[in-house]
């Protein structure tokens, strides 16, 4: 091949190349151009109880504060919601098969999530894990925990500070509900969830749970609540970070947790000051 036709070839070669990477880059999201074309956002949520999710038992409709956040993203796309019911064993599963476009299912940010998942930078919520148990218990300290049974959800981020800090034998049972049924049969000294769901069911449900508390003052590992998504989609990821700072600037997030009884409102009042006006 002559100096000319090699040239040629290397030229034709680069601008297939090129052609290749633009067209990528192009692609590089297709999960917001589907979200737009079929006029849906579908979110994975979990119904475990209130604040977050629950179904209320008058209007059998979905409520609470995760779902008024997926409206109002849904609202901010100009497209409908759909949600989809998912529980900690299955959410990230329906996640990757593309069943749902995003998370937002009682998922706080770890390192580990972050390597297989991306997420929107901006968290809706900041939250830790409270350890109900029996008053009578004489559990003080979540030292006391070292070497007993302690409940928790499958995939829980309060799994490895439990056994490796303080040494507990975690038993992770398929979701909050079931978690907290094997406390009161006695399975477990303590179960561990999200402060704000057992602060509530503790107080809308007196009778029932008459003979458990809140067993110590602090929260376990308080992290940032955040939108959960597939790897690489970064169009969707800024939308909806965008969209998201939105709602903590004009305050609706604030107005979204107290009208759900979110007890601790530190956080979204922070970031209301922070992004108001912006």
């Not at 297709?30 to 008058?58: C, E, H, Q």
């Not at 602090?218 to 690489?232: A, C, H, N, Q, Y």
């Not at 979110?262 to 006006?277: C, D, F, I, V």
Request: with cysteine; charged share 25%; proline share 5%.
């Amino acid at each position: 091949m002559n100096i000319a036709k090699r040239t040629s070839a290397a030229i034709f070669a680069a601008a297939l190349s090129c052609g290749a990477l633009f067209t990528t880059i192009a692609h590089a999201d297709a999960t917001l151009d589907r979200i737009k074309g079929r006029g849906a956002l579908t979110v994975g949520i979990i119904l475990s109880g209130a604040p977050f999710g629950y179904i209320d038992p008058a209007s059998q409709e979905q409520k609470g504060y995760n779902l008024d956040i997926a409206k109002a993203l849904a609202d901010q796309l100009g497209v409908k919601l759909e949600t989809v019911t998912v529980t900690p064993p299955n959410r990230v599963q329906f996640l990757q098969q593309g069943k749902v476009d995003v998370l937002i299912a009682n998922m706080q940010y770890t390192e580990e999530r972050a390597k297989i998942l991306d997420y929107v930078p901006t968290p809706y919520d900041r939250s830790g894990g409270a350890a109900v148990g029996r008053k009578d218990s004489g559990l003080n300290d979540w030292s006391d925990l070292k070497g007993k049974p302690v409940c928790v959800s499958q995939g829980s981020n309060y799994t490895q500070p439990l056994i490796e800090q303080y040494g507990a034998e975690v038993k992770a049972l398929p979701s909050q509900p079931e978690s907290l049924l094997a406390l009161q049969g006695g399975n477990c000294v303590a179960a561990v969830h999200v402060g704000a769901t057992v602060n509530l069911l503790l107080q809308d449900r007196p009778e029932e749970w008459k003979d458990y508390k809140i067993l110590f003052p602090t929260e376990l590992v308080p992290s940032d609540s955040v939108i959960w998504l597939r790897k690489g989609e970064t169009d969707t990821r800024d939308a909806l970070d965008k969209a998201i700072q939105a709602l903590h600037s004009n305050g609706k997030l604030l107005d979204y947790a107290k009208a759900n009884r979110l007890l601790n409102t530190t956080y979204l009042e922070e970031e209301h000051k922070k992004l108001a006006g912006k």
